[in-house]
C-alpha cells in the first residue's frame, strides 16, 4: 500500500474507501499478511520453545472488577523472565490478561487495543463490554493454526459494564469460545490452584481493597503451587501486577500499593503458611 504513494503525500487508496469499521477487517482485506495469524512459522522439530505467560486472575466486587497476573515468563523448565508485563488496558473501561506464548499475546493485544480504537473512531462510539469480549474472541479463533502447533493465547478479559454498572469476567478457550465467569475467574498454568483459593476466599460484598487483597493471596497460592507462577519477589522488588476497573475507568495499582498488599500477605503468611481460611478481615 505505502509503495504505490510514496513521495507524493498522499494516502494509499485503501485508507479513503469506505468500510467495516473493524481494523482487523481493514487489514485482512487490504494487508492480510500483517495479521499474526497469516505469518508462515519455519519448519521445526518438534515443539517449539518461546516464553510463555503463565497465571492471571479476577474477581468482581460491587462497583468494578480486579484483574491481576503474575511477573514470571517461563521457557521449558527454565525462567525466562521474572518481571514481564501480563495485564494491559485495553481501553478506558477494560483490560486483558495473557497466558500463552508471551510474544503472540502481547501483539494481539495492541491488535485488540488498537481495534476499539479503530471502531470508537469510525463510529463515534464504544464499543459495548459485550462487543468487546466478542471482538476478542473472533482474534483468538484467529490464532487457532498457531494454537495447534503450541503457539496459543488465552487471555482473561475484565471490564466495567457502563449499562449495567457493574464489573465483569470473560474466559476463553484456544478456539476462541467465550464463557462469561461469575465472581471470580483464572487461566494460566497456576488457575486451578488461584482458583481453589479464590472459591474459599470471595464473597459478593466485597470491597475493593479486600478484592485486591484476594487476587494476591490467590497469585501467592498459585505460586506456591505451580512453579510456572512467580510469587511476590521481595529481593528484587518485583511484585504482581493489579489494576481496578470501576466506573471511573481503568486505574493500576502503583508499586508500592502493591508491595504494601505483598508484603502484608507475606507478614501472615509466616504464622498461616497456607494462608487464611475464611473470608478475607
Known sequence: MEANNRGTGRLPAAFLTPGSSSFVDFLSA??????PANRALPPVKGAIEAPHGTTIIAVTFPGGVVL?????????NMIAQRDIEKVFPS???SAVGIAGTAGLAIEMVKLFQLELEHFEKVEGAQLSLEGKANR??????????????????????AGYDVDRERGRIFSYDVTGGRSEEQGYAATGSGSIFARGSMKKLFREDLTEQQATTLVVQALYDAADDDSATGGPDVARRIYPIVTVITENGFRRLTEVESS????SI?????????GPRAALL
Do not use: C, K, W
Open 266 to 274: 507475606l507478614e501472615r503468611r509466616l504464622e498461616q503458611p497456607d
Open 68 to 76: 491481576a497476573g503474575d511477573r514470571r515468563a517461563t521457557m521449558g
Open 30 to 35: 487490504h494487508q492480510p499478511d500483517l495479521l
Open 136 to 157: 476478542l474472541s473472533t482474534m483468538i479463533r484467529s490464532n487457532l493454526g498457531m494454537a495447534m502447533q503450541g503457539l496459543a493465547v488465552v487471555p482473561l478479559f
Open 260 to 263: 504494601e498488599i505483598a508484603r
Open 91 to 93: 481501553d478506558e473501561y
